[in-house]
């Protein structure tokens, strides 16, 4: 089979992260597309860049053809880690397919995964646990939940229904997910998205009790033949706290939960899903259960995760483009993800088994997926080296110390 060129619109870690593991496979160099070049792929020798404005529908798909076109005879296999791409190329794939391979979900798909507000719905359906939920509808300008305010029990999380929707939305304040203490924040909220023009659901959740210790990642793979191919697990340890990427994983001890993964195997199959799925859920120590908040239709930001743990994912995308079998992967090998320090982590491992066992762990080698020997260069690693030790500053000043909420 021909070599693959990856193309990943978007140019963030989880981006170095995938087009890392297609080199490692492959030996292959790609091509990023993104709005500007980042400190993520800075003097990297793993990929090619396009600059394009890459927000705008229209002038993202307009650059992927120019660039199909500039490259004759490669076999171009299009990816992304965000969501407001997903969208975008998926209401594309009639233009884009013909010289692209594209191993990713329908619309349709896209649709029913990213609203969480359906995935809570198909989850009921199939006996998986998920967090009591207020739906908020703004469809006519203004809120109307569908139950009265009055019912929820404080605090609650708030964030929206679609990621992809709520990307372009812009308010005083906006974070990814909102820690709300009683009503008046969460009326205060509302209104301020009633100003901003949202027009579509925003989610009010019970807040399940419990640090970002006890939260949970997963990353899969369905193939266009309908088998879940990929399934790895791992524990979070520790969150980013800037607005902007509030809630991402930034340390991850892989475990493997089989309960999570059977849920997530039956989840997929009734929504004949194909592509990445990266799902966050949560240990309720109250019920010793694992509770899912949402789906997201692609890979994860923290992907590096699941092919330094040995499941490559970029073996499992060509696997299903080549229609050759692959022995899928159930991840069961224990490694520590991390973008932060080790210094800044273990500040915020409180719990003294917890923090000795990834220590422990640590001393075989800790997972970093800009840390790559292949890729190495003065000035690339004076940006990761800056990259690294700049999360101190942001912790320092968003999350000084550890809370038992995690928030």
């Known amino acids: 089979m021909q070599a693959p060129t ?16 297609f080199h490692e496979a492959y030996g292959v160099r790609g091509v990023i597309v993104s709005r500007i070049s980042t400190r993520a792929f800075a003097h990297t020798r793993l990929a090619d860049q396009v600059i394009a404005n890459v927000d705008d529908a229209e002038e993202l798909v307009s650059a992927l053809l120019t660039l199909a076109a500039d490259r004759p005879g490669e076999r171009l296999v299009l990816l992304t880690n965000a969501d ?92 990814k997910v909102h820690d709300l203490a009683d009503r008046p924040q969460v009326d205060d909220l509302l209104a301020r998205l009633a100003a901003s023009g949202f027009t579509g659901t925003y989610l009010l959740q019970d807040f399940i009790p419990g640090d970002e210790t006890q939260m949970r990642s997963l990353t899969a793979y369905r193939d266009s033949r309908g088998k879940v191919t990929m399934l790895v ?28 993964m059977e ?16 799902a966050d859920y949560k240990r309720d120590a109250r019920t010793g259960r694992h509770v899912f908040f949402e789906v997201n239709p692609r890979i994860g930001r923290n992907n590096w995760y699941t092919t330094a743990s040995g499941v490559n994912p970029a073996k499992h995308v060509m696997a299903d483009l080549d229609g050759a079998d692959i022995v899928p992967a159930r991840g069961d090998h224990t490694i520590l993800y991390s973008v932060v320090p080790l210094s800044l982590l273990r500040r915020y491992l409180p719990e003294r088994a917890l923090r000795k066992r990834v ?9 970093r997926p800009l840390h790559n020997p292949e890729d190495r260069s003065v000035r690339r690693d004076a940006v990761i080296a800056a990259l690294t030790w700049n999360y101190w500053r942001k912790y320092l000043k968003h999350y000084p110390r550890p809370t038992a909420s995690g928030h």
């Open 6 to 21: 990856p193309v990943l619109v978007g140019g963030d870690i989880g981006a170095y992260a995938l087009m890392r593991a």
């Open 84 to 175: 407001w791409y997903v969208e975008t190329l998926a209401a594309a794939r009639d233009r884009l397919e013909a010289h692209y391979e594209m191993p990713m979900c329908t619309l349709e798909q896209f649709a029913r995964v990213s609203d969480k507000a359906l995935f809570q719905a198909d989850c009921q359906a199939l006996g998986i646990p998920v967090p009591r939920t207020v739906a908020v509808s703004f469809k006519d300008g203004t809120p109307a939940p569908d139950t009265d305010l009055d019912s929820l029990t404080f605090p609650v999380i708030g964030k929206p229904a679609s990621s992809a929707e709520f990307y372009y939305v812009d308010y005083p304040g906006k974070l």
């Open 359 to 367: 220590l422990e762990v640590a001393k075989r080698g800790i997972a």
């Open 233 to 260: 697990t791992g524990r979070v340890l520790l969150e980013e706290h800037t607005p902007g990427t509030l809630g991402v994983p930034a340390a991850i001890l892989t475990e493997p939960y089989g309960d999570a």
């Open 263 to 278: 849920a997530m195997t039956r989840y997929l199959d009734r929504v004949d899903y194909r592509g990445f799925a990266n």
